[in-house]
């Protein structure tokens, strides 16, 4: 509803409403609100494409189409599975490709690739200059996010996950750098 | 079969055996075969992304996303009668976001939001240097092209399509400069 949406206190106080009516703890319910007040108008904007995350089946074949027929410079497999993945970087001379597999049981691509048997484009990761600013002015104005607080996402940096509905049918991931 | 494949000799004869046996002309059937010998060894690899296309289901809603809360530069919207879209550009530091939305009625994007209602990553475009070298080093790949010859793209610069199915289920898209 982001071009419905009127951008004001009401905004504020239905995010708020809702947290304290959810399932959320007060506890947790507080830090969005702190972070909403502190944060609008503090957002400095979106920074760089830092990748285009693709989910493959098959990992070895992701790699040599982009090394050996397209001739990019890639990555050895890295393995990380605390995020359930292994992962090959494409080096673009102005940003990354991440080839994604799923590493073990409970990956969180594997659903996607049951859907996409071939692969396919899974999220892109803009940065952003600070997360906290970024996730107030989202929840602000209705944006909904993955988690309530950031993560720490594959590069060890915070990441936070804005919802696909509220994104044009992407997911979106936002890292602060 | 991009592991598989022995990039040799044999898989240009093949590729050329399967043009002559094909429904191709042997006009347009010689034209990929010159291309295939002319640009082995050529291609000079992968430039930088030039964009990352969303299909969205509501343009002015996609727009506001990316200009009121995620604070990006954006353009006014361009409409491509002759390539079914109309276009807004959201420009990042490193490179473009551009949301497609269908302009009339056979619209190259309508068949993929019928698929996807809240919208989705539609495709990439990479950039090369010489598209035609880039098509012979594909071909001689076995990575299937949607079109025999380059066609002017949407930034009237010659473009060609890459099969998904032979790109990790990706529709990717590669441009001269």
Known sequence: CVSKCNYSEVSMAATFARLLLGRTSVL???MPKILTIRSLGDFSGLGKLNHVAIAVP???KATSLYRDVLQAPVSDVD???EHGVK???VNLPNTKIELLHPLGENSPISA???KNKSGGIH?????VENIKD???TLMAKNIRLLSEEPKIGAHGKPVVFCHPKDCGGVLLELEEL
Chains 1, 2 share one sequence.
């Open 58 to 60: 098959d990992l070895e």
């Open 134 to 136: 970024a996730m107030g």
């Open 28 to 30: 947790t319910a507080v």
């Open 87 to 89: 992962v090959v970087f």
């Open 123 to 127: 999220h892109i990761c803009i940065e």
């Open 79 to 81: 393995l990380l599975p």
């Open 112 to 114: 996607f690739l049951e």
